[in-house]
């Protein structure tokens, strides 16, 4: 039988500390970033235009479609290759200032498709996809991505309520707020492109990770109901020791999905790809580093009915005496 | 074997019988087995028509299969418009006309929302010209048909410079022309005039041969199967040059049906219409309450009363053709007596719907609605097709890889859970063909994801297992225990997987929601493969070897 960290007893507690310095060493950097790049957002959210091109030919580079785009008065358009060396994608994005009209958006996808064809001649660059989103749509969609991510998170409130009494509650929505933090700060840092489908990674993100915050706690639940006379300290890394097996397993199999699509997929997908392989390693690290010290701390702040408060949430500095990981009886 | 296992391999059957759904299933209009479904496709004579084939019921996002997806708006940017609503309704038929224009197998024309038209036009790779049709602006004319029979009087000239220019008749001149007549319901008025003309059409030449005589003046009828012959017949210069000044050759809008049989209608009309769209000011139908039958009203401006007044005390008695866009709408109405402001077109034993059908046409031609792109995607087909095999590719990579790992760490409970994924694919495709979702890129991510989440319930199960096992208890009782407490973990991760998705589905676009149904219908597949199915192959197991101390987990 294979068993991976059976009956392991690491002190994931006493690393805590590590923990939330590896969250800072995320954090700061990409929200740093953020304050001063903001979102790379798609023209989903900001309204303009995208082309993607694919050429045969040699002479078709990033330097010469800027150069032929130039020619046309076309400034400011963006050009990059995209997966393949001999795939582009040109994007132009509404200023705020630029005049709100519908149809500038669809005049600019003409006008690079024509420069285009001008400059490299009938065929030699192909579009492969083409969108055109103007100001108005842009908005909306701005703001029903906005809306879907907090009641999603009000929902999510919720549903804590219900399950859980208010102090694990509190750490589990907090657990969740540190994902989310992290992973704007990593799409941040990697500058990928915010779209409709990456908010939804998001929000499967938090689904995710709440999920496997829930599926500790639960053992924490029963573990204090068990070891009445346990410092907190040691049922929570007791609860998280025991869950080991099951997280290395579905996070390894989740894992292996999403670089799946990573790798495969294409990159249309690759965005999303991305921020759901970084979520399943963020969702797994707060649940055990996030979630279960904060549990520690609040039940501290401010004791539970069990009395596990009063006794201390911290165990003696030196050699406790903890029992092994047995199962339930 | 024991009741129990009995009623769950019958209740498996069941759910596996309504995923695939073969027949008398599939008439419920459930599960994935091919079903009849109608498509528009261009026939062999260049024409769009409906035909029926059998297919699986997945629809492929733009996406994945190509096409454009427009979004449309009333364009108010240049002065306000009076009635935004009935503008876009007015826009939505004009477009509905123009479908054919797109020559796509399904196209989507549909109204979303109060203010917006979506169109989506699937393998379609030229979004110029979709953007052209779209927004070229409807053009609405009266025009009085050929009533002194000009044209036909020529259509022996027609046929003899045909056979000069080498174009041979099809041989089969049309038989029983007189049959075909009767069956046409003619106005018997004008029976004995028209039978004549209709004798002299009879003859074998090249264009006279494709045409019936129609009900009234100017009206020809061509064989559905003959219409593009005709249509090319009548543009060559050698025929062009032989149609009456003042005379113009304008095809129907769509096939009439008569006597079991589809014609296209050829009108011979005045080349100046009486009166233009632009002198129109509304079209209300109702049913007329003297006569029970339903009509459409219509009202001119001042001056296009003074207009249609002089025209119409001309040409009283004779049939005034509809044409939107340069097609007949309908067949053409006799004028009655002298109209002026205002005016009404009888239309029979016809329906409400086709009064109101007519007075949205007439109101499409009178008041055009601007229309701005507020949205629009394109994919070519090729990247679609790209999309698709990447896709493919990448959820068989995921699959076989959460196989395998499941399958090495849990030997043959593992082997198990994979024998349940297999069920898992089967009842996902067969939700989203019973939902109707459109499986996009996105969904394809779903797809692969939700297989992590399937596992997910089987790892929080058979690790129960293991340390029931560990704890001495016999085999089923681990088994049992196992299940029942992994089972609150299970329920809590699918539901706020759930309700996440729940949220996507209703402030996401097109791709979004595919992602979200996708993966609401992959967790309840899972959590039916992942607790019922693997826990009735577990009892199998269990139930074949009673002599098995060590469960392979």
Request: hydrophobic share 50%.
């Given at each position: 039988m294979i068993?991976f960290?059976a009956n392991?007893n690491y002190?994931?507690?006493g690393?805590r500390?590590w923990?939330?310095?590896?969250?800072a060493?995320v954090a700061?950097p990409g929200?740093?970033?953020?304050?001063?790049?903001g979102l790379?957002?798609?023209?989903e959210?900001?309204?303009?235009?995208l082309i993607?091109?694919?050429?045969?030919?040699?002479?078709v580079?990033e330097g010469s479609?800027?150069?032929a785009?130039?020619a046309?008065?076309?400034?400011g358009?963006?050009?990059?290759?995209?997966g393949?060396?001999?795939?582009?994608?040109?994007?132009t994005?509404?200023?705020p200032t630029?005049?709100r009209?519908e149809?500038?958006t669809?005049?600019t996808?003409?006008?690079?498709?024509?420069?285009?064809?001008h400059?490299?001649g009938?065929?030699q660059a192909?579009?492969?996809?083409?969108?055109?989103?103007?100001?108005?749509?842009g908005g909306?969609?701005?703001?029903?991505?906005?809306?879907?991510?907090l009641l999603?998170?009000?929902?999510?409130l919720?549903?804590?309520?219900f399950?859980?009494?208010?102090?694990?509650?509190?750490a589990?929505?907090a657990a969740t707020g540190?994902?989310?933090v992290?992973?704007?700060?990593?799409?941040?840092?990697?500058h990928l492109?915010v779209s409709l489908?990456?908010?939804?990674a998001i929000?499967t993100i938090?689904?995710?990770?709440l999920?496997?915050?829930?599926?500790?706690f639960d053992?924490?639940?029963?573990?204090l109901?068990?070891?009445k006379r346990?410092y907190l300290?040691d049922?929570l890394n007791?609860s998280?020791n025991?869950?080991?097996p099951?997280?290395?397993?579905?996070?390894?199999?989740t894992?292996?999905?999403?670089?799946?699509l990573?790798?495969?997929?294409?990159e249309v997908?690759?965005?999303?790809?991305?921020?759901m392989?970084f979520?399943?390693?963020?969702?797994?690290?707060s649940?055990?580093?996030i979630a279960?010290?904060l549990?520690?701390?609040?039940?501290?702040?401010?004791?539970g009915e069990?009395a596990r408060?009063?006794?201390?949430?911290?165990?003696p500095?030196?050699g406790?005496?903890?029992?092994?990981?047995?199962p339930?009886? | 074997?024991p009741a129990?296992?009995?009623?769950?391999?019958?209740?498996?059957?069941?759910?596996?019988?309504?995923s695939?759904?073969?027949?008398?299933?599939?008439?419920?209009g459930?599960?994935?087995w091919p079903?009849?479904?109608?498509i528009r496709?261009?026939g062999?004579?260049?024409?769009?028509?409906?035909?029926v084939?059998d297919?699986?019921p997945?629809?492929?996002?733009?996406?994945?299969?190509?096409?454009?997806?427009l979004a449309?708006?009333?364009?108010?940017s240049?002065?306000a418009?009076?009635d935004?609503?009935?503008?876009?309704e007015?826009?939505l038929?004009v477009?509905?006309?123009r479908?054919?224009?797109f020559?796509v197998?399904?196209?989507l024309v549909?109204r979303v929302?109060n203010?917006?038209?979506?169109v989506?036009l699937?393998?379609?790779?030229?979004?110029?010209?979709?953007?052209?049709?779209?927004?070229r602006?409807?053009f609405?004319?009266?025009?009085?048909?050929?009533m002194q029979n000009?044209?036909r009087?020529?259509?022996?000239q027609?046929?003899?410079a045909l056979?000069k220019?080498?174009v041979?008749?099809t041989?089969?001149?049309p038989?029983g022309v007189?049959?075909?007549?009767?069956?046409l319901?003619r106005?018997?008025t004008?029976?004995?005039?028209?039978t004549?003309?209709?004798d002299?059409?009879?003859?074998a030449g090249?264009l006279s041969?494709l045409?019936f005589q129609g009900?009234?003046?100017g009206?020809?009828?061509?064989?559905e199967?003959?219409?593009?012959r005709?249509?090319?017949?009548i543009?060559m210069?050698?025929?062009e040059?032989?149609i009456p000044r003042?005379?113009?050759l304008l095809?129907?809008?769509?096939?009439i049906?008569q006597a079991?049989?589809s014609f296209y209608?050829?009108y011979?009309?005045?080349?100046?219409p009486?009166i233009t769209?632009?002198?129109l000011a509304d079209a209300?139908a109702q049913?007329?309450p003297t006569?029970?039958?339903a009509v459409?009203?219509?009202q001119?401006?001042?001056?296009g009363?003074?207009?249609?007044?002089r025209?119409?005390g001309?040409?009283?008695n004779d049939?005034?053709?509809?044409?939107?866009d340069?097609r007949?709408q309908?067949r053409p109405?006799?004028?009655?007596?002298?109209i002026?402001q205002?005016g009404?077109?009888e239309?029979?034993?016809?329906s409400?719907?086709?009064?109101?059908?007519?007075?949205?046409t007439?109101r499409a031609?009178?008041l055009?609605?601007?229309l701005t792109?507020i949205e629009?995607?394109?994919v070519?087909?090729s990247?679609?097709k790209?999309s698709i095999d990447k896709?493919?590719?990448?959820a068989?990579?995921g699959?076989?890889?959460?196989?395998?790992?499941?399958g090495v760490y849990y030997r043959?409970?593992g082997l198990?859970?994979?024998?349940a994924?297999?069920?898992y694919?089967v009842?996902l495709?067969?939700?989203?063909?019973l939902f109707?979702?459109?499986?996009?890129m996105?969904g394809l991510?779903?797809f692969?994801?939700s297989?992590?989440?399937?596992v997910?319930?089987n790892?929080?199960i058979n690790?129960r297992?293991?340390?029931?096992?560990a704890?001495n208890?016999?085999?089923r009782?681990?088994?049992d225990a196992?299940?029942?407490h992994?089972?609150?973990?299970?329920?809590?991760?699918?539901?706020?997987?759930i309700?996440t998705?729940?949220?996507l589905?209703q402030?996401?676009t097109?791709?979004?929601?595919?992602f979200?149904i996708?993966?609401v219908?992959g967790?309840?597949a899972?959590f039916?493969?992942?607790?019922?199915i693997?826990?009735t192959?577990f009892?199998?197991w269990?139930?074949?070897?009673?002599?098995m101390?060590?469960?392979?987990i």
């Open positions: 068993r960290f392991a002190d994931f507690m690393a500390r923990a939330y310095a590896a969250t060493a700061i929200l740093v970033l953020l304050l001063f790049r790379n957002q798609s023209i959210f900001t309204g303009g235009t993607e091109v694919t050429s045969q030919s040699p002479q580079n479609i800027r150069s785009l130039d046309a008065g076309l400034r358009a963006e050009v990059q290759t995209y393949a060396p001999n795939e582009f994608v040109i994007r994005r509404l200023s630029a005049e009209s149809g500038a669809q005049q996808a003409v006008a690079v498709d024509s420069a285009l064809t400059a490299f009938a065929n192909r579009v492969g996809r083409y969108e055109a989103v103007g100001p108005k749509v909306e969609l701005r703001q029903k991505a906005l809306l879907a991510i999603s998170f009000g929902a999510t919720v549903y804590l309520w399950r859980f009494e208010w102090r694990f509650g509190l589990a929505v540190h994902d989310i992290l992973t704007v700060s990593f799409i941040s840092l990697m492109e489908v990456v908010v939804a929000l938090v689904g995710y990770s999920n496997d915050t829930i599926i500790i053992r924490v639940r029963e573990n109901r068990r070891y346990q300290y049922v007791l998280v025991q869950t080991l099951r997280s290395i397993l579905t996070h390894g199999t894992a292996a999905a999403t670089i799946a990573l790798v495969l997929a294409g997908i690759r965005p999303f790809a991305w921020v392989s979520g399943i390693i963020t969702g797994t690290f649940s055990v580093y279960s010290p549990l520690m701390i609040i039940e501290h702040r401010w004791p069990d408060g009063a006794r201390g949430s911290a165990p500095p030196h406790a005496v903890v029992p092994a990981a047995t339930p009886a | 074997m129990n296992i009995r009623n769950r391999l019958l209740i498996i059957a069941g759910l596996v019988l309504i695939i759904g073969p027949p008398p299933i599939s008439w419920l459930i599960g994935l079903r009849q479904e109608t496709t261009r062999a004579d260049g024409r769009m028509r409906d035909t084939v297919r699986v997945i629809k492929q996002g733009l996406d994945l299969q190509g096409g454009i997806h449309l708006e009333v364009d108010q240049r002065g418009v009076a935004p609503s009935g503008a876009l007015r826009a038929r477009i509905r006309t479908i054919d224009e020559g197998a399904e196209p549909q929302g203010d917006r038209i979506v989506e699937p393998g379609l790779g030229d979004p110029a010209r979709a953007r052209s049709i779209i927004q602006s409807a609405l004319e009266f025009r009085i048909t050929d000009t044209f009087a020529v259509i022996p027609i046929d003899a056979r220019a080498g041979r008749s041989g089969a001149a038989g007189s049959a075909v007549e009767q069956l319901g106005d018997t004008k029976k004995a005039d028209t004549a003309a209709a002299s059409l009879n003859a090249p041969s045409l009900s009234i003046e009206e020809f009828l061509v064989p199967e003959d219409f593009l005709a249509d090319s017949l543009h210069p050698e025929v040059r032989l003042g005379i113009e095809w129907s809008a769509g096939p049906s079991a049989r209608g050829l011979a009309v005045d080349r100046r009486i769209g632009e002198y209300q049913i007329d006569y029970n039958q459409a009203n219509f001119l401006t001042r001056a009363g003074r207009i249609f007044s025209a119409t001309q040409h009283v049939y005034m053709a509809i044409v939107l340069g007949v309908g109405p006799v004028i009655k007596s002298q002026g205002r009404q077109i239309l029979g034993n016809a409400l719907q086709d009064a109101q059908d007519l007075a949205l007439l031609g009178a055009p609605a601007p792109i629009e995607r394109t070519g087909p990247l679609g790209d896709g493919m590719r990448a068989v990579v699959t076989v890889v959460v196989m395998l790992i499941m043959v409970a198990l859970a994979v024998a994924l297999g069920f694919v009842f495709l067969g939700g989203l063909a109707g979702a459109t499986l996009s996105p991510a779903a692969v994801l297989i992590g989440i399937a997910d319930a790892v929080l690790e297992i293991r340390e029931e096992l704890h208890k016999t085999l009782a681990a088994l196992g299940f029942q992994a089972m609150p973990a299970i329920v809590d991760s699918n539901l706020s997987t309700l998705a729940l949220f589905f402030f996401g097109g791709p979004v929601k595919g979200a996708t993966l219908l967790i309840l899972s039916l493969s992942a607790v019922f693997t826990r192959f009892l199998i269990i139930q074949r070897r009673p002599a101390k060590e469960l392979s």
